[in-house]
């Protein structure tokens, strides 16, 4: 089965860098996606086709692809950044899709 | 305004069956995917499958295959997730939510979730 791994936990304190990583092998071929969930709130999407950023996401939330890894970049951290991030793709026949196990990002 | 718009908690009892419903607005319901997420407590999201209610093209993931039904009713604009047996694994939280542009995309609207527990 394909899996898609991230760091259990990102640390940063406010107005610093947040980098969260996705690592899977089919993601040279596949776009991943990012969500951001919030205690007790539904998933929203903050990043599209690795690095597409949806209407009303704020602007320092980024997404880049290089080789079998995607990352996330939070620039700027705000305290309300503080919450789960899971990236989603596919496996390389596109066929199956799964979540990565998440990252609980920690403003310090 | 796209909204979905899930039925409430639920509570049974192992064995009994249980059929969640997802409302869909603002939107052509019959043109997007709509698939289901699982959260077990605690835990991360896994994608359960989804539905494409213009023509009922299913499609699961094999760790749900079996386990679940999706389906949808286009004349109400509702998608349903459906157990004939539950079990207490089947305790977490669901949520529906359209898909972007296609079957491998992006979930872009979230339904707020319904809280299954399932407990003798």
């Known amino acids: 089965s394909y899996e898609l791994t991230q760091p259990p936990s990102v640390s940063v304190s406010p107005g610093q860098t947040a980098r969260i990583t996705c690592s899977g092998d089919a993601l040279p071929k596949q776009y991943a996606y990012w969500y951001q969930q919030k205690p007790g709130q539904a998933p929203v999407l903050v990043i599209y086709?690795?690095?597409e950023r949806p209407s009303g996401i704020p602007e320092r939330f980024s997404g880049s692809s290089s080789g079998t890894t995607v990352t996330l970049t939070i620039s700027g951290v705000q305290a309300e950044d503080e919450a789960d991030y899971y990236c989603?793709?596919?496996?390389?026949?596109?066929?199956?899709?799964?979540f990565g196990g998440g990252t609980k990002l920690t403003v310090l | 305004e796209v909204q979905l718009v899930q039925s409430g908690a639920e509570v049974k009892k192992p064995g009994e069956s249980l059929k969640i419903s997802c409302k869909g607005s603002?939107?052509?319901?019959?043109?997007?995917?709509i698939g289901w997420v699982r959260q077990m407590p605690g835990k991360g999201l896994e994608w359960m499958g989804i539905i494409y209610p213009g023509d009922s093209d299913t499609r699961y993931s094999p760790s749900f295959q079996g386990q679940v039904t999706i389906s949808a009713d286009k004349s109400i604009s509702t998608a349903y997730l459906q157990w004939s047996s539950l079990k207490a694994s089947d305790t977490a939280m669901y949520y529906c939510?359209?898909?972007?542009?296609?079957?491998?995309?992006?979930?872009?609207?979230w339904g707020q979730g319904t809280l299954v527990t399932v407990s003798s």
């Open positions: 603002g939107y052509s319901f019959t043109s997007y995917w």
């Open positions: 989603q793709s596919a496996d390389s026949s596109g066929t199956r899709e799964v």
């Open positions: 086709k690795d690095s």
């Open positions: 939510a359209r898909l972007t542009d296609g079957s491998g995309s992006s979930f872009d609207y």
